[in-house]
């Protein structure tokens, strides 16, 4: 049975309950033995359903099993795309376009890469809504036989913005420069056919689709090869070594199925969910802002998210009072949260210091109710006024 939280959980875009098809089949492959490389009879057990698994995400996604590289999470599937790319690149391209929005597991070693290893990094702006700027990219390609890689998200974990990633693909096709995409975010929440889009590289993380945290995978073209960032056994094409984890992977397929079977449906519940929350804000806020973009298109915004900023509050106390009233939502980035730092999504998207500070996401998920949604726009306005009256205090004493 479910363990019933009495607590509001506003923050499936840091993690997501696991599916009950996920446990079951994570659960029937932890009770089991055996070694996806080993040759025993045990061995080729595991492999067969490392390779079932293999063969359904590749049948979810639209592409071929042979694309399908598993990793420990999106954070490696990230380094791997970046890192991997930019070192197998061809001799003078030493550039690399990155947007300015990116999740820190793109962000940071991208800036380990110019700082460490002497790339050329081009960060490409975004507009007040979040969408990157196609003319810059377009600029940045003209330079021919100097781009490494283009790593641009597929929707951003702050505020939502959905980018034309098979535009971006088409542009970087057509330039002849491999296109990677953090679709963490993104899976589940918009359609995904990548065989549509075209993408060179797309990352996807397990524990943000209702799968178990610790696995995700590389969509990499069967035709690249990138560096490794993990020498060893060889396993998944050689260019990711370490022992298979097979009950991740067994659960994590089931929720890949799970994501993009019934999308669109959990999509439209979530937009109206998620419409009910704006307006109440709205209403009982009047001076809050909405960032990101407010159509409600899954080319414009995940359906789930709601990021709003609160002028004249500290967006950390906020979330530190609607702690203290049993709800549970985030400032941005759980990988950041903590650091009080203004985020810089909000900052590239052309906000100050102080809106970029003052800031909560709402991530609304499958298990989400308008009973929990009513809950938020219940307790807002006080702690909203309880965070100015301290952020007030704090500048008069200070
Ligand atoms: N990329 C994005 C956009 C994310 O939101 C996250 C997690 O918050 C990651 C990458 C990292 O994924 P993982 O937690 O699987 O390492």
């Known amino acids: 049975m479910p363990v019933v939280s009495p ?5 499936h875009a840091a993690t997501t309950a696991l599916l009950p098809a996920a446990r079951e089949a994570w659960l029937a492959e932890a009770a089991q033995v055996g070694n996806a490389s080993s040759l025993h009879a045990s061995g080729r057990r595991a492999r067969r359903v490392v390779e079932e698994s293999r063969e359904s995400v590749a049948a979810d996604l639209c592409v071929r099993p042979s ?5 420990s999470g ?60 196609m003319p810059a990219l377009e600029d940045q390609l003209a330079a021919q036989g100097t781009v490494a890689l283009v790593t641009v998200m597929w929707a951003n ?53 209702g799968g178990p945290p610790g696995v995700g995978a590389l969509i990499l073209d069967p035709r690249l090869a990138p560096t490794p960032v993990l020498h060893g056994g060889g396993q998944e094409r050689e260019v990711r070594s370490g022992t298979l984890d097979v009950p991740g992977i067994a659960g994590f397929a089931a929720a890949v199925t799970h ?31 909405l960032n990101g973009d407010p159509g409600t298109g899954p080319d414009e915004r995940l359906p789930g998210n709601v990021h709003v900023s ?31 730092e203004p985020s810089h999504v909000l900052l590239a998207m052309g906000a100050n210091e102080g809106q970029a500070r003052s800031s909560l996401r709402f991530s609304l998920g499958e298990s989400t109710t308008e009973a929990d949604v009513d809950a938020v726009v219940a307790a807002l306005p006080g702690v909203v006024s309880r965070a100015r009256r301290a952020g007030s205090l704090a500048s008069r004493t200070g």
């Open 259 to 289: 994501a993009v079977r019934g999308q669109e449906q959990r999509a439209r519940r979530l937009v109206d969910l998620r419409e009910r929350l704006v307006s109440g804000i709205r209403a009982t806020v009047p001076e809050a802002v």
């Open 7 to 11: 607590r509001v959980y506003l923050d």
């Open 157 to 209: 974990n702050e505020v939502g913005t959905v980018q034309p990633v098979a535009d971006i693909a088409a542009l970087c096709r057509a330039a002849g420069v491999p296109f990677h995409t953090d679709a963490v975010q993104a899976l589940g929440h918009v359609p995904m056919d990548l065989g549509v889009v075209g993408a060179d590289a797309v990352t996807l993380s397990s524990h943000k689709i």
């Open 310 to 340: 609160f002028p004249g509050c500290e967006g950390d106390l906020l979330l530190m009072l609607l702690d203290a009233a049993d709800i549970d939502c985030s400032t941005g980035s759980a990988c950041t949260a903590g650091i009080p």
């Open 67 to 71: 694309a399908v590289v598993f990793t």
């Open 74 to 133: 999106g954070t490696e599937a990230d380094n791997l795309a970046i890192k991997g790319l930019f070192w197998s690149r061809p001799d003078g391209a030493d550039r690399v376009l990155a947007s300015s929005i990116e999740h820190h597991a793109v962000l940071d070693p991208v800036a380990w890469l110019e700082q460490a290893q002497g790339a050329d990094v081009r960060w490409l702006p975004v507009d007040g809504l979040g969408r990157v700027s």
